[in-house]
């Protein structure tokens, strides 16, 4: 993606693209002159918003795109993603009408994503040259972590296990400088990782939790947490077929951390950041964890075991509670944990939570300034009762509640794993896009990580 973004004044030659409403369109048509007019009365255009008419330079006067637009701007904040995948191969740029060509540069260029690991499915180049008043330096940084998230979630599970998710992390902070360790098998009961063990036991591929470092220990601490799940059967309480089709998925929290540890590690961000993965697979065999089961946690709660597919927050429990203990300055855990977050609010608003009040404004306030969805649910403490067991000191799913506030009750569990940090935030993610939209074509998606790159910039510096 960040091939398709160049700078204007490093090529000989671009095609125009002119964003026009129905009223400002004659104008246009004007100043290109020769017969533009003419072409788009034929053609049936009139400036309606999301369609675009390719305009040859016919009589000697020089080819340009239309793009139609609201009124009062772009319909969608990367509308422009729509000509990236429709365009003829060859160099563009934006010209007049674009009130926020950073915007706009980024919607084209996270439309020209491909997925080619296996299949070349892109060959086309198409490029987007843009000016000074677009940074380019940011705008690399941003893709470079969403194509990482993308990758990894889009890479099935023969050759996305625990070891490969693991290995990634490893990957990431050796070549940028960081260190750290992989915690594996019996290993994990050694190290006390019990649940994250217990989780991934039942699996041929051990399981494994990654934990590594970049920065200086002086600087402030963030540490991202993600769940790790590379393949989720339901263990047990095993899921029916289709609800399996997209579990190689299950990663995408761990993917999405990856991404935005990518962008503050590029953007050499002033903090000492450490990502935390717990990497397993969710299988069935003799050795699987049970329904009813109790297991111990690094925390030291005991927890009732109410549903084999509830895993990816026991595996966070023990994650959340080691990043814990050392009091981060900002602890982020991401995770594709409830479908109850997707009736809430579909796949394309994942909802967050936190108990300080500051940080989830400013996290509002960044997702709303660059165009990055997100809605903040509440850790209402009422429904820590439908966590309750009889046996245990907490059950993982929600026993009580009829069913109700899945999403909230998974966080309320998490938080159950964190009594130290003032500043944690979980985010419960879909990360897929079911279809091509702009700006995110179908396939693994990144969430959240570029509100949470722009609020950590802001917070500690400015790339």
Not at 14 to 21: D, G, L, N, R
Not at 34 to 39: I, P, V
Not at 178 to 194: K, M
Not at 258 to 272: D, E, N, T, Y
Request: charge should be negative; include cysteine; charged fraction near 20%.
């Amino acid at each position: 993606m960040r091939a398709s973004i160049v700078r204007k004044s490093d090529i000989s030659d671009s095609t125009p693209i002119f964003a026009v409403t129905e009223a400002t369109l004659p104008d246009v048509l004007a100043g290109l002159g020769g017969s533009a007019g003419n072409w788009c009365a034929v053609h049936g255009f009139t400036g309606k918003p999301s369609t675009h008419q390719l305009v040859p330079g016919l009589s000697g006067e020089r080819a340009a795109v239309l793009f139609g637009i609201e009124e009062n701007g772009l319909a969608h904040p990367f509308a422009l993603g729509l000509l990236a995948r429709v365009l003829p191969a060859g160099d563009y740029h934006l010209a007049e009408g674009f009130s926020d060509p950073d915007q706009a540069a980024l919607g084209f260029a996270l439309s020209t994503y491909s997925f080619d690991r296996y299949a070349a499915k892109n060959t086309k180049i198409c490029r987007l040259a843009v000016g000074e008043d677009v940074d380019l330096e940011r705008l690399g940084i941003v893709l470079d972590g969403v194509r990482l998230a993308r990758d990894l979630i889009n890479t099935p599970a023969n050759d996305m296990g625990p070891e490969e998710l693991a290995a990634a992390v490893q990957s990431l902070f050796e070549a940028s400088g960081g260190s750290g360790r992989i915690v594996a098998g019996e290993d994990l009961l050694e190290e006390n990782f019990p649940m994250v063990h217990a989780v991934g036991r039942a699996s041929l591929r051990a399981p494994r939790l990654a934990d590594f470092s970049w920065g200086s220990e002086t600087d402030p601490r963030v540490t991202l947490v993600g769940k790790g799940v590379a393949f989720d059967t339901g263990g047990l309480n095993l899921k029916p077929g289709s609800s399996m089709s997209l579990m190689k998925k299950d990663m995408g929290g761990a993917a999405n951390v990856l991404g935005l540890a990518s962008m503050i590690i590029a953007a050499k961000l002033p903090v000492r950041l450490r990502v935390i993965v717990p990497c397993v697979e969710n299988a069935v065999s003799g050795n699987a964890f049970r329904p009813g089961d109790v297991l111990s946690s690094r925390k030291g709660l005991t927890v009732e075991i109410g549903n084999t597919d509830a895993e990816g927050r026991l595996v966070l429990a023990d994650a959340l509670a080691l990043a814990d203990e050392e009091s981060p300055e900002l602890l982020v855990d991401m995770a594709t944990l409830t479908g109850a977050a997707r009736v809430a609010l579909g796949p394309d608003l994942p909802p967050f939570f936190t108990t300080s009040e500051k940080l989830g404004q400013e996290i509002a306030d960044a997702a709303k300034d660059i165009a990055d969805p997100l809605w903040r649910l509440p850790l209402w403490q009422p429904y820590m009762s439908y966590l309750d067991s009889k046996i245990a000191d907490i059950n993982h799913i929600n026993t009580t509640g009829a069913g109700f506030a899945g999403s909230i009750t998974a966080a309320l569990f998490l938080s159950r794993f964190v009594d130290k940090t003032e500043n944690w935030v979980h985010f419960d993610i879909y990360g897929w896009s079911a279809s091509d939209k702009p700006g995110k074509p179908m396939g693994g998606e990144a969430q959240g990580i570029r509100s949470l790159f722009e609020l950590i910039s802001d917070r500690y510096a400015t790339v």
